[in-house]
């Protein structure tokens, strides 16, 4: 399949939670119920709590059975917004399970949780992955910036009732920041929430990332460590993703690594692990899109980061292929 026609599949990406996941984008760049401050893929452009069909999903299912080739450990729906803004997901979900084995991941901000279509839509996945970054209203205002339909009643009723619902695996994560929600007497708010929800795993992380606010700072990994214990069950740190083997045979173009970085910032070796490329190809296929101004590069502490630029957003990712780069995957 041409590169040229996709647009609502990534990766896989190496993600530290879910392996090789596949990702699956199911509305268009930043549009979402929340404007996070810690968002790694800037501000929120829409900001919307209305469900309509934003993305073709005969479109979307026909470039995911291209990517299955690449093995991934799990399809993830996810991507640059809210996927629980999608009303057909769970046809979506159910389309998938036809056509492949590899379990389906959703991951939610949880803000639509407390409608009843929308649980049933995302109990059909394997996996469930919704946040909660705030422990009361002001905080939810202050991190989360939700749509004024979204409030933090909704939030954790939402994710209540879920629970009693659904049977799979239901992984809550919670987005510390330094000078926001990092003190302890926050952590047990949100700890007290945790209790009633009830997850399967609690996950604690922080903003590995470039931020889309300067402000929102990470938490060094031993703090995390000694707040994850004032949490019941005890939370886990997200550790990074360590590489893996990846199938031989696959292919990767500097359209593949742009439609990666549109949603999300990854450094060399992120890319070269999730595409199956040598961190060599990596690196030329970057310096070219560099070069014309598709990517750049941002620190995050001593990792550096390649990031899509903002006028890439929502292009055609073949407009700035190298003539004739098709770079195969490193052999195991």
Known sequence: MN??????????????????????????????????????????????????????????????????????????????????????LGEIIER?????SIPVAVLTNGSLLWLKEVRAAVALADVVMPSLDAGDDLLFQTVNRPHPEITFERLVSGLEQFRREFTGQYWLEVMLL?????????????????QRIRPDRVQLNTATRPPCEEFALPVPPARLAELARLIRPTAEVVAEHRARTVPAGSTASAETILALLRRRPCTVEGIAQGLGMKPAEAVKLLAHLESRGRVHTERQGSERFYRATTSTQGQTPSQFTPPGVAVKAAKP
């Open 96 to 100: 998938i399970k036809a056509m492949t």
């Open 3 to 88: 590169d040229q026609r996709q647009h609502h599949i990534f990766g896989p990406v190496p993600s530290r939670r879910l392996g090789r996941s596949l990702g699956v984008d199911l509305v268009p760049f930043k549009t979402c119920t929340y404007d996070c401050i810690y968002c790694q893929l800037g501000r929120t452009t829409c900001k919307t709590h209305e469900r309509k069909e934003w993305v073709p999903m005969d479109a979307v299912l026909e470039e995911l059975k291209q990517k299955l080739a690449t093995h991934p450990d799990y399809i993830t729906l996810s991507g640059s917004g809210e996927p629980t803004l999608c009303p057909r």
């Open 178 to 194: 330094a000078g926001h929600t990092a003190l302890p007497a926050h952590v047990q708010k949100i700890a007290h929430w945790v």
